[in-house]
């Protein structure tokens, strides 16, 4: 089993490369007599699905590759329901559940996806590990800080979000367009019908992510917990002021399920090509996946779900079951 640091670690040279050596690793697998399981999307999942992965590989010893790339989730859906079926994925990591046109895309093409919960994250806001005058903010000051209206309105300074931080300007590091963590955070803090920012730093890799708010004094970017778990000598999270009890919670394992911290918790997903799940190496995977989720997804620093969800999520997989469900109350 990789370290968690090995496991973060790989992530930035997996999303240069595996465009690029996905083709050549699924015929090296195919002349090997080796089946195949294509993965990609979300960053944010990568971790638990790429060290379920190497477990279950360590088992099949050389019998199934697994490939998982990190295109994000919504780069990861363009994959899953593409109407090319030698495009396709057989699993698809996402860190927010699938849209609308995104289910389309997949009738369209005749995909029908069984959707199963994995994990839980705590979106963490984080800022440079010297910053000493920030500990805590609000969504208002989120809002404030990302919105596309403070750009127009021309505010870049910490100073003009709250008058009690430095005069200085802050620089931003968030996750690209594809990305489920952008798409999770947008609806979060700015509402459904406003935009971010265009003048922030974006990657589909955390990792870059990472570097970016690491190096600048007066960085702040977003991402998923396990991310800054990894980098807590380079990072400072800030806690979120809770907006019912007005108390501001760190992010944590703890405040994630005891509801507290809001409003950044959001469940993780895999989404299995049903016609996939008919493969014995795909429906072995799936199972492998789901009886150690709890246990890989708290060594990659995410939150398991509670010990249920998976017996339910592992009765909806057997049984084939297709579409949304929801999760429980809260999150």
């Not at 200085?168 to 700015?190: Q, V």
């Not at 008919?278 to 989720?293: D, M, T």
Request: hydrophobic share 35%; proline share 5%.
């Amino acid at each position: 089993m990789k370290t968690k640091h090995k496991v973060m670690g790989v992530v930035a040279a997996t999303a240069t490369a595996a465009a690029l050596t996905l083709g050549v690793i699924q015929k090296e697998a195919e002349s090997q007599g080796a089946k195949t399981i294509k993965i990609d999307g979300s960053s944010t999942v990568f971790p638990i699905t790429e060290a379920v992965a190497e477990e279950f590989q360590k088992q099949k010893k050389g019998s199934v590759r697994v490939t998982v790339g990190i295109s994000g989730t919504g780069g990861g859906f363009e994959k899953f329901c593409s109407s090319n079926p030698s495009l396709r994925t057989d699993i698809s990591n996402a860190s927010r559940p699938i849209k609308k046109e995104e289910i389309e895309a997949c009738k369209k093409s005749g995909v029908e996806f069984i959707e199963l919960p994995v994990a839980y994250d705590a979106l963490t806001v984080v800022v440079n590990k010297n910053n000493k005058a920030i500990n805590s903010i609000t969504v208002e000051e989120l809002k404030t800080i990302w919105s596309k209206e403070s750009q127009q309105k021309g505010i870049k300074r910490w100073n003009q979000v709250n008058p009690k931080w430095p005069n200085a300007e802050f620089k931003l590091y968030g996750p690209g367009l594809d990305s489920g963590t952008y798409d999770y955070f947008k609806e979060a803090i700015l509402g459904k019908n406003n935009d971010i920012r265009s003048d922030f730093t974006p990657s589909e890799d955390d990792n870059v992510l990472v570097q970016g708010v690491a190096r600048d004094p007066n960085g702040m970017g977003y991402f998923g917990f396990a991310y800054y778990e990894e980098n807590t000598d380079k990072l400072k999270a800030l806690a979120i002021v809770n907006p019912e009890t007005k108390k501001p919670v760190m992010p944590s394992a703890q405040n994630v399920l005891n509801g507290s911290y809001k409003p950044l918790s959001r469940p993780l997903y895999i989404y299995v090509n049903k016609a996939s799940a008919n493969k014995p190496e795909v429906k072995e995977f799936v199972n492998f996946y789901l009886r150690n989720a709890a246990k890989l997804s708290k060594q990659v620093g995410y939150v398991p779900l509670p010990a249920d969800d998976y017996k339910k999520a592992e009765a909806r997989f057997q049984k084939g079951e297709v579409g949304r469900i929801p999760l429980r109350a809260g999150l």
